[in-house]
Nanobody, 125 residues
Framework: QVQLVESGGGLVQAGGSLRLSCVAS????????MGWFRQAPGKERELVAT????????YCADSVKGRFTISRDNAKNTVYLQMNSLKPEDTAVYYC??????????????????WGQGTRVTVSS
């Protein structure tokens, strides 16, 4: 089992920045592929970014490309999502997820085995 705890959400003005963190416990973090998803009110959960076990491969959704960066620190069992130039449409609950298939990048919700409880991000205009 893997436990994931997100932090770093909050209220920010458009154009501002936030950094989300997700700390994992319960299994060797370095073997996991990690992802950030988000779910806005009334919308389906969608992939924001994903990173493989080593951090050598990453993927960001087109909607956040150039503004968001995913990274990880395996020594700290932590994955980050740096969010810059935030827009009101980025408002959502952000979820951290982990997949046992650490060597690949995973883009589907069903590819992930463990989920955090979510952290809320609100971007005001």
């Amino acid at each position: 089992q893997v436990q994931l705890v997100e932090s770093g959400g909050g209220l920010v003005q458009a154009g501002g920045s936030l950094r989300l963190s997700c700390v994992a416990s319960g299994r060797t973090f370095g073997s996991l592929s990690m992802g950030w998803f988000r779910q806005a009110p009334g919308k389906e959960r969608e992939l924001v970014a994903t990173i493989n076990w080593s951090g050598g491969s990453t993927y960001c959704a087109d909607s956040v490309k150039g503004r968001f960066t995913i990274s990880r620190d395996n020594a700290k069992n932590t994955v980050y999502l740096q969010m810059n130039s935030l827009k009101p449409e980025d408002t959502a609950v952000y979820y951290c997820a982990a997949s046992n298939g650490g060597r690949r990048l995973w883009v589907r919700i069903d590819d992930y085995d463990y989920w955090g409880q979510g952290t809320r991000v609100t971007v005001s205009s």
